[in-house]
């Protein structure tokens, strides 16, 4: 029999934290209020259902409208693609471009969920993991802990030994206390911990307080941080800074790290043919899906330059990040964000990830892999959308020490 498509449905779900978190920063205070998730299904006249997942727009530099995003899927794009075969992905990656009037990078970051949804169909369809169709290159990864933001020296180490036990040998923080208090805390961490990678995600630098942290004062930052030996260094200035990233890493022996903010996949790709970094982190939610991630893998080898998945989100893009991460030449460390478990306390909880699929991707001391079934592997729980339905509002939101909104997503 063909396989055809009959349905493309967009589901936006959230996850209200049971308390909100509230995380002091130089100048403010971030608080934490609820995590949200985009769930893409496609159905087809057999049995098999693609899953994936989209892009809410949750990060402050794409500002999707809910509604919006939510008629372009179960709309226009369940429109074009009914009746489609869900093998030919480059073909319809082509044709739902040309017939829909969205530019780029926006259609990528709209699309992506759709295109992970037909690489799971394509892997049941085949009775293949994904990994496997891409060429898997080893059954399992390295990954860190993606936690710690805006904490006291204690509560960093209780957190990074809390991890270290459950076999982590990677361990990402994000300071933002003041650039004097950051240089002691990640200092303390190294010295603490001597067989840990120690990875630093500066993205809250320029975030949170730009005022005090100008370029100015993360060069000498990260001058002082590359006597530590660090692993690496994430997002230490603005994404659209090109010409200051170029100067840093030209002067800094530790790796340089980034990619997470860009529009879209083209953006990605210019990073890595400038050159402007040692490693650059892709998501498959915010970079055009699986077929996209391929190519940016595929162009970052060949520059020598390391290839890792942001993985923030849900389980689905979880696995559709570990799949890429199974195949890819060079990879450097799968990011596994350490949200409340059986396993540990971790920064705070997020069914989304937690709980929203049956079976997830196999976590073990320290590495990943996937599981043995076809396509991702994963499949949601029965009625994830009426357990999780979508809440309104900011997912996080930042204040000065007056309480005035900075700015909130």
Not at 255 to 266: H, L, V
Not at 291 to 318: P, R, V, W
Not at 342 to 355: R, S
């Amino acid at each position: 029999m063909e396989i055809t498509i009959t349905g493309v449905f967009a589901y936006i779900t959230s996850y209200k934290l049971k308390k909100p978190v509230k995380l002091d920063f130089v100048g403010g205070v971030r608080t934490i209020i609820k995590r949200d998730a985009l769930i893409i299904k496609i159905t087809t006249n057999s049995e098999i259902i693609g899953w994936g997942s989209g892009d809410t727009g949750e990060m402050g530099n794409r500002n999707w409208n809910i509604q919006d995003i939510l008629k372009v899927i179960n709309i226009d794009l369940n429109k074009i693609l009914k009746g489609e075969d869900p093998s030919e992905i480059k073909e319809l990656w082509n044709k739902c471009s040309s017939l829909l009037d969205i530019r780029e990078p926006f259609f990528s970051q709209i699309f992506g969920g759709i295109d992970i949804a037909l690489w799971d169909i394509k892997g049941k369809y085949l009775c293949k993991p994904i990994c496997d169709i891409l060429g898997r290159k080893r059954q399992y990864i390295d990954c860190y802990a993606s936690a710690g933001m805006y904490q006291s020296i204690d509560n960093y180490i209780n957190e990074a030994n809390e991890l270290y036990n459950a076999g982590f040998r990677a361990y990402k923080m994000r300071p933002g206390i003041s650039p004097s208090k950051d240089i002691d805390i990640i200092k303390t961490i190294v010295e603490e911990f001597n067989d840990l990678k120690v990875l630093v995600d500066a993205h809250t630098w320029w975030r949170a307080a730009p005022k005090i942290y100008t370029n100015s004062t993360i060069f000498e930052l990260v001058r002082k941080l590359d006597k530590l030996g660090l692993y690496w260094i994430e997002d230490p200035l603005h994404y659209k800074d090109h010409g200051s990233y170029l100067k840093l890493r030209q002067i800094t022996e530790t790796m340089i790290s980034t990619g997470e903010n860009e529009q879209g996949p083209e953006d990605v790709k210019k990073l890595i043919k400038k050159q402007l970094c040692d490693v650059i982190i892709v998501d498959v939610r915010l970079h055009g899906g699986i077929t996209k991630c391929i190519e940016i893998a595929n162009l970052a080898n060949e520059f020598g330059i390391y290839y890792a998945a942001h993985n923030f989100s849900d389980m689905i893009s979880q696995a559709a990040n570990a799949h890429l991460m199974l195949s890819v030449e060079k990879p450097s460390l799968f990011e596994y964000p350490t949200y409340t478990n059986k396993l540990w306390k971790g920064m705070y909880d997020n069914c989304l990830v937690t709980d929203l699929v049956n079976e997830e991707i196999k976590y073990y001391n320290g590495q990943i892999s996937v599981t043995v079934n076809p396509g991702l592997g994963v499949v949601p729980i029965a009625d994830f959308e009426l357990k999780y339905p979508y809440i309104e509002g900011s997912w996080t939101i930042w204040e000065n020490d007056k309480g005035e909104l900075i700015t909130k997503q």
